[in-house]
């Protein structure tokens, strides 16, 4: 058996329950493996008393039988979710010292099913960057690189951390939060699968909260069984958050067939962008190859209001997002600025928030003032919402029309150097979201699965988009382009 | 539509967050060069459209108008800058 930090969680929990080993040395494995990988950036705040006191308790489980799938395995939690007396701070400053006095409801489920907290991960600062560099914790580091170039990449963002902690086997997985892509375009960019389930599949209580009509959580992991399998987990109905749906959560394992005899899919004509390197359009022909061969049909379909849905997102997003972050004043938690003689409360907000926030989130909260102050509201923000409509719109025809499933590329290029987009404008950055955005607008199901490299040697993912509560058909889906492509690459440890 | 100075200073007052002078000229070019992305919006025609409210065709749920927790109050004030006597502080607001 190769190091056990390296295992599948599905591997892992055959072995943990076969009694080859134990919770205690998978967790102990994995914390060895973080403690050498300081180079990535990660780990943020590390929990190795929590990790071992949970994996002894899951080992007396295991003992006794009947433990759950996720019973022992050892992940990674993004540091946007509320973990009891664990600093949780959405990589910002404002929340610097903020330990929750509760806990979300989806680290609350993966306890529960007896798994294992080795810490929290790095993130862009409240979720807001598509590279991780947004984070007051600093830059977190791809392990992949361009062969034996040493240029430090982007592991993606904003579940940079989660992406780069997967891809280096510092954990079995780790969980992810998507708004607009972030957990897709980190997967792609580090050759793992990440899946950002229907709106209201997962709680999203006690998670740090961006946009919510778009915010929803998932699972990073290193194979499409193991996102099946943590999926399952996270997945809850929960009476804490209004717009969790009151469905049963299905057992998305058994849902991987393998077999997709028959089915539909649509690929989308104005994801066809101009300029698009001829390495995405290659990986995108032959991922629909591999999907014919299965059986499947390939069939053109078009989503016409496809290129709105990047400026409508970035309407919808920063207005939702400047009021979610304006309890960020100082007072009940977090940062709070130092006073001058005279200053009152209105001086302690602008200066708490001047110091707490970074550039990205400030401008993102400006925006969003911008566009829902009086007299902009219907030019921008009713506008977007009507935009978002007919986005959701294009996609309920396609749907109905018969496709199954949608394949896209899940971004636009490889990972690129950190760094490398310091002198591009915000909205560059905001581009490499556009293959994933619309999915997010509409509420969809979408998972990226790594399926090739670039001319560099560095992963590549396509991304197929399910149907709304179709997470076990679009998890087939993409088990079938999994092992048609087989992808088994790992990063050469350079840490 | 672009945004100057003033409406920088306005919009960066309205959200509280205090911006240097010296910072205004950036931030309003970046704003701008934001909202001028969005200007793309304008081409769709949403005649007929109803604005977004729900992803999900749902209607929300509604619970009995009880109280389900409370005594927790060394709980709220335990991460809070500044707690006295059971309360937040802040600086005076009322002369």
Known sequence: MSALNALTIAAARDALRARQITSAELTEACLGAIEAAGALNAFVHHTPEIARAQAAAADARLAAGDAPSLCGIPLGIKDLFCTKGVPSQAASNILRGFRPEYESTVTQNLWDAGAVMLGKVNMDEFAMGSSNETSCYGNVVNPWRRGNDPTPLTPGGSSGGSASAVAADLCLGATGTDTGGSIRQPAAFTGIVGIKPTYGRVSRWGVVAFASSLDQAGPMTKTVRDAAIMLGTMASHDPKDSTSADLPVPDFEAALTGDIRGRKIGIPREYRMDGMPPEIERLWSEGAAMLRDAGAEIIDISLPHTKYALPAYYVVAPAEASSNLARYDGVRYGHRAKLGPGDGITEMYEKTRAEGFGDEVQRRIMIGTYVLSAGFYDAYYNRARKVRALIKRDFEQVFAAGIDAILTPATPSAAFGLGEMADASPVEMYLNDVFTVTVNLAGLPGIAVPTGYDAKGLPLGLQLIGKPWGEGDLLNHAYVLERAAGFVGKPAKWW | ?95
Do not use: C, W, Y
């Not at chain 2, 911006?19 to 950036?26: H, K, M, N, S, Y």
């Not at chain 2, 007929?48 to 209607?59: C, D, H, K, L, W």
């Open chain 2, 1 to 95: 539509m672009s945004i100057d100075i003033d409406t920088a200073r306005k919009v960066a007052h309205l959200a509280r967050i205090r911006v240097p002078e010296a910072r205004l000229p950036a931030l309003a070019d970046q704003l701008s060069g934001i909202l001028s992305f969005m200007e793309q919006l304008n081409e769709v025609d949403v005649t007929g459209i109803e604005p977004m409210t729900s992803v999900t065709p749902m209607r929300l749920k509604r619970r009995a108008d009880v109280v389900t927790d409370g005594n927790i109050q060394a709980s709220i004030l335990k991460n809070a800058p500044d707690a006295r006597e059971g309360f937040f502080a802040v600086p005076k607001v009322v002369e």
